[in-house]
């Protein structure tokens, strides 16, 4: 069966510091991967996706960045964290080679408070 | 044209009742409808899901009924029990690449 994983689960960090979040998906092969931040209370945001190793689509303008390293590995990026880059970053996975379904898969999720 | 909106914001209904959650679209090339659930703290998880041609899925007591001429989608919960209290979001996808558009969720609490 297929798992994905998200760490750290919490993290603070100082506005300025840099940031990596990690994702990894076991139990698949290929599969489209999805970075979301959710703000307190809000909705889903979807920030990046990718289609394949080294493929990276970005949905918003902002001062986070991904990249895949690996086919089942997603990273999430910041060089300075602001103080609105807090919220809920939780990763994703879908995959079109299973027939009938365009299920997203969320992850655990990361709580990000930038102070 | 790529929004979904859901509505309403925050429900509250009596453990039996049943709850309704309404999202709308613009966007006619949207192929496929999820609906979430997310406790506090967790990821989302998928709750059902239907493609516009079908007009009702039902799966256990959740049931979704669609309305494509009105570009309209709702999720209706029956028995509703203190165990589904949460947030669910709606949801819409168009393409490839299986992007998604999410509403803004509907907190749901259910009294006993």
């Known amino acids: 069966s297929q798992t994905i994983h998200q760490w750290p689960a919490t993290l603070v960090q100082p506005v300025g510091s840099p940031l990596s979040l990690e994702c990894t998906v076991e139990g698949t092969s290929n599969p489209n991967l999805y970075w979301y931040r959710q703000a307190a209370g809000r909705g889903l945001q979807l920030l990046f996706y990718?289609?394949?190793?080294?493929?990276i689509s970005s949905e918003v303008p902002q001062n986070l960045s991904a990249s895949r390293p690996q086919d089942r590995q997603f990273i999430l990026s910041s060089k300075k964290l602001l103080l609105s880059d807090s919220g809920f970053y939780l990763c994703?996975?879908?995959?079109?080679?299973?027939?009938?379904?365009?299920?997203?898969?969320f992850g655990p999720g990361t709580r990000l408070t930038v102070l | 044209q790529q929004q979904v909106k859901q509505s309403p914001q925050s429900l509250i209904v009596q453990k039996g009742g049943i709850s309704i959650i309404n999202c709308a679209y613009e966007n006619t090339a949207f192929d496929y409808f999820p609906w979430y659930q997310q406790f506090p703290g967790k990821g989302p998880a998928l709750l059902i899901a239907?493609?516009?041609?079908?007009s009702e899925k039902k799966e256990g007591r959740f049931t979704i009924s669609f309305n494509k001429s009105a570009k309209q989608f709702s999720l209706h919960i029956m028995d509703s029990q203190p165990g589904d209290s949460a947030t669910y979001f709606c949801?819409?996808?168009?393409?490839?690449?299986?992007?998604?558009?999410f509403g803004a969720g509907t907190r749901l609490a259910v009294h006993p």
């Open positions: 239907i493609r516009p041609d079908v």
């Open positions: 990718s289609v394949g190793i080294g493929q």
């Open positions: 994703a996975w879908s995959s079109l080679g299973l027939a009938g379904t365009d299920t997203q898969y």
């Open positions: 949801a819409a996808k168009k393409g490839g690449y299986n992007k998604l558009i």
